[in-house]
Nanobody, 124 residues
Framework: QVRLVESGGGLVQAGGSLRLSCVAS????????KGWFRQAPGKEREFVAA????????YYGDFVEGRFTISRDNAKNTVYLQMNNLQPEDTGVYYC?????????????????WGQGTQVTVSS
C-alpha cells in the first residue's frame, strides 16, 4: 500500500514563497511518475506540475509561468514543489499524486495514489 504525505503549506502574503514536500512510503518511489494538483473551493482539481521517474522531463500548468519548480529526491522518497511569487489565485489545497508507471501525466485520472493534501492560502 502506498502512502503519500504532503507538508509545507501555510499562509503567505502575495509575492511570497512556499516549498511543498510529498513523502512516499510503501512501494518503490523511484520507479513512478509524480504530480502536483490543486483544488480551490467550488472548483475542479487542477494540474500544477508533474515529473517523470528520471526527472528528465517536467510539465507545468499554463498558469505557472515560471513561478513553480517541481523536483524529486529519490534517495529521500520525496517530491517537492517550490512556489515563488505566489498570488491569491494560487490559494487551494495542494495534492500529491503518484502513478504506477514511470511517465508522469497532466491528467489527474492517470494517478493511482493521492495524499491528503496541504492547504496553501495566499493573502493579498
Amino acid at each position: 500500500q502506498v502512502r503519500l504525505v504532503e507538508s509545507g503549506g501555510g499562509l503567505v502574503q502575495a509575492g511570497g514563497s512556499l516549498r511543498l514536500s510529498c513523502v512516499a512510503s510503501g512501494q518503490s518511489f523511484n520507479n513512478y511518475g509524480k504530480g502536483w494538483f490543486r483544488q480551490a473551493p467550488g472548483k475542479e482539481r487542477e494540474f500544477v506540475a508533474a515529473i517523470h521517474r528520471s526527472s528528465s522531463t517536467t510539465y507545468y500548468g499554463d498558469f505557472v509561468e515560471g513561478r513553480f519548480t517541481i523536483s524529486r529526491d529519490n534517495a529521500k522518497n520525496t517530491v517537492y514543489l517550490q512556489m515563488n511569487n505566489l498570488q491569491p489565485e494560487d490559494t487551494g489545497v495542494y495534492y500529491c499524486g503518484q502513478k504506477t508507471t514511470p511517465i508522469a501525466s497532466v491528467e489527474s485520472s492517470a494517478y493511482d495514489y493521492w495524499g491528503q493534501g496541504t492547504q496553501v492560502t495566499v493573502s493579498s
